[in-house]
């Protein structure tokens, strides 16, 4: 039967053919300036709300300090980074972060299934750091340009303003790497018992730049040394109906009560480069990296010891970007980070202001200078820098009360790129079922019986169509898994175990195989391995 639909276009009237892919360099290259379809489109998600945030928009915020262990687990930081924040030791970093879950709105309940936003600003000696990251260690997509499309699906029906499984999984059923996400979402680890109590994770993949410009691919990750506890739907709706800020309450008694919540610091670290002869690519952010081969290592702590003096001032208004990194901390080819360092950013303009890096909460700490030349803008409050500079708003300049570059290190780190630019989705050998699979038999028995329940209720919400393609990719995670859901919700297992792999998709035990042609452009088709 032939497609009757509408074809998708931007909003200047240009057809989309590929809406799945950024333009890169190369399947696992770098994103591009040019990247005009999709800087249209995530530049307008960033505007779709005012003034609350578009994603993350119930949070809570304290105050602490990191220091560094000075090694990353048994070798000296320097070995990987020059980052002074993770080198040098006996310093006590200030940093602000902000909790928060993502989907609701800014008076949802903190009980909510949902991803818990976990992001860190340090306030290093050498400007700010941010580390925009969530509770759970990967996410649902690892294509930034797929983003608006995720989170229209996940928020409220345009229509009814109702939250509605049917349209949660429909967007899911098409893309067979969120059912990793989806395995983690719907278990009790999709409700944290509250903020202390959670692991945190930067979810991107970044690069550690030491002073020889030799670099690592790195995953960052905090460990709560109070431990981790999740919460069942019963708990959640139970505490939901006393209290809807109970994460927030919990997190600033212990604060006052100088009961101070501690992470660790860790990394997971790696050589640098395609990686090829690991299943999985390192630079999606739906896979984990297995702790068996890449352990985590400690290199520093967290506490946090002060909570805000004013809601709005310090917690509404602070401002996290992931392109917001120091020296000796760099981007990796992730195509999430990269979309994501635009977006972040961007939205952070519209929604606080140009100057909103002038504001006291996403200022650098006092001893770090700022002279730069940007000017002007809605609520400008002061020059950058002081003095006869204040008369040179450019660069390069001959005179003295000019400004200069810093000096460039003396080995920096250059990346090679070599590739045809075009779409591309992986085509690594690694299915999009397997770590879905161990994930739900690392589960202990409750945990499992616990996922089952809320995915069978979510189930009997969808239409026939969505339900058996989402059994059809639970059985190819493991096979009791998609029966468990399809016994539960009366759905016909045969018959999802029938259905073709989805169109231009590897099915486990497959592989893409991708045919690129002079103009970048890209064909994919399956074959059997």
């Not at 393609?469 to 029938?498: C, N, P, Q, S, T």
Request: charged letters at 25%; aromatic letters at 10%.
């Amino acid at each position: 039967m032939s497609d009757q639909r509408p074809i998708l276009t931007t909003r200047q009237g240009h057809p989309v053919r590929d809406n799945q892919s950024l333009r890169t360099v190369g399947e696992r290259g770098p994103a591009t300036l040019e990247n005009y379809q999709f800087i249209e489109k995530i530049t307008h998600f960033d505007r779709e709300r005012i003034p609350e945030r578009v994603v993350h928009a119930r949070g809570a915020g304290a105050h602490g300090w990191f220091e560094a262990y000075g090694k990353i687990g048994d070798e000296p930081a320097s070995k990987y980074t020059r980052a002074r924040v993770l080198t040098e030791t006996g310093v006590k970093t200030p940093m602000f972060v902000r909790f928060s879950t993502v989907a609701g709105a800014k008076e949802s309940p903190e009980t909510e299934r949902d991803p818990r936003g976990f992001a860190v600003k340090f306030k290093t000696v050498e400007g700010n750091w941010d580390l925009v990251g969530n509770n759970l260690k990967i996410f649902f997509i690892r294509d930034a340009i797929k983003f608006p499309d995720m989170i229209h699906a996940f928020k409220p029906d345009p229509v009814t303003n109702r939250q509605e499984a049917w349209r949660f999984f429909d967007f899911v059923s098409q893309h067979p790497e969120s059912i990793h996400m989806v395995t983690f979402l719907k278990s009790p680890w999709g409700i944290p018992a509250n903020y202390r109590e959670m692991e945190g994770s930067g979810v991107n993949t970044y690069k550690l730049v030491n002073d020889q410009g030799v670099a690592h691919l790195c995953k960052f990750h905090w460990i709560p040394k109070q431990g981790v506890r999740n919460l069942t739907s019963a708990q959640a709706s139970e505490i939901q109906a006393k209290d809807v800020g109970h994460a927030t309450r919990d997190l600033y008694d212990n604060i006052k009560a100088g009961n101070f919540p501690e992470w660790e610091f860790a990394v997971q670290i790696m050589p640098d480069g395609p990686n090829d002869h690991l299943s999985f690519d390192p630079l999606d952010d739906t896979k984990l990296w297995p702790v068996d081969q890449f352990p985590l290592l400690k290199c520093g702590r967290m506490v946090l010891d002060r909570v805000p003096d004013n809601f709005f001032a310090e917690v509404e208004q602070s401002a996290f970007g992931t392109g917001v990194l120091v020296d000796g901390i760099d981007f990796s080819d992730d195509k999430m980070l990269q979309g994501r360092t635009l977006s972040y950013s961007d939205t952070q303009r519209y929604r606080v202001g140009a100057n909103y890096l002038q504001l006291p909460i996403n200022a650098p700490q006092p001893g770090v200078k700022v002279y730069s030349n940007q000017r002007d803008g809605v609520m400008t409050y002061h020059v950058d820098g002081t003095g006869p500079n204040r008369h040179i708003n450019y660069e390069p300049s001959t005179l003295a009360e000019g400004l200069r570059e810093a000096p460039k290190p003396a080995r920096d780190y250059h990346q090679p790129v070599q590739g045809n630019l075009g779409r591309y989705q992986t085509s690594r050998t690694e299915d999009d079922y397997t770590q879905a699979g161990e994930r739900y038999r690392s589960f202990e028995p409750w945990e499992r019986d616990e996922l089952i329940a809320n995915l069978v209720g979510d189930m009997k919400q969808c239409p026939e169509p969505i339900q058996l393609r989402m059994v059809w990719h639970f059985w190819h995670a493991d096979e009791e898994y998609g029966r468990r859901v399809a016994e539960g919700a009366g759905i016909d297992l045969e018959k999802a175990k029938a259905l073709p792999p989805l169109p231009g998709r590897a099915a486990p035990g497959q592989r893409l195989q991708a045919e690129t042609y002079s103009d970048g452009t890209q064909a994919h088709k399956v074959a059997a391995e």
